[in-house]
């Protein structure tokens, strides 16, 4: 078989509610080799999310257990999970300054201040490759479209080399050329060897290693015919 990069068993949530406690994720495994792209899909509201943030070991109440290469994530300090497990949340947050400042947020935490930061031109080569040549380094964020915001997120993440990506619902909100370069972005990372767990609302992916769907507190295969 496949060696698994991330595998979580029994993953479990639950929320409280006025009526007492109302399970999101019920008893889930995962399991995700390197370079496979696994598409989850369900209705609103039933876990997607949470089933990502339980994955990146951002979500204290979950129970369960999570690997990460074989090695269990209570051996992995939180800080290097979320370096090689990392987040591409549904709104991504750009912070004030420009692109660039953007780009290179990541080497400005303590995490990574001993790493060399991407250079200018690295940054100017990254974007032209994501269709983004005419996006100059210095230009502000709030003069950027959803669609560039979304690959200038994306792209942020993808430098810093995580293992494994979470995307949630990353092409959601695009035009269709955002959403083409989105997809490829992510099917590059793949090729390259890492693992993706994309959550997408009702569309699957035509690539996909694996489909999923999440309702009711589990995770089942879909089948082609579905």
Known sequence: GRRMLLEARGIGVTHETGSGALPVLD???LSVAAATLTDVVGPSGSGKTTLLL???RLLPGASGS???DGVPADRVPPQRWRREVALLPQVPALVPGNVSDNLLLPWRL?????EAAPSAED???ALARIGLADVALDRPP???SVGQIARVALLRVLLTRPRVLLADEPDAALDDESAAQVTRMTEEFVDGGGAVVRVRHLRLGERADRRLRLERGRLEEVRDAD
Not at 110 to 114: E, I, K, L, T, Y
């Open 110 to 114: 303590r995490v990574r201040s001993h």
């Open 66 to 68: 999570l690997a990460l």
């Open 54 to 56: 339980a994955l990146a």
């Open 123 to 125: 940054l100017e080569r």
């Open 27 to 29: 008893d889930v495994d």
């Open 142 to 144: 709030e003069r950027l």
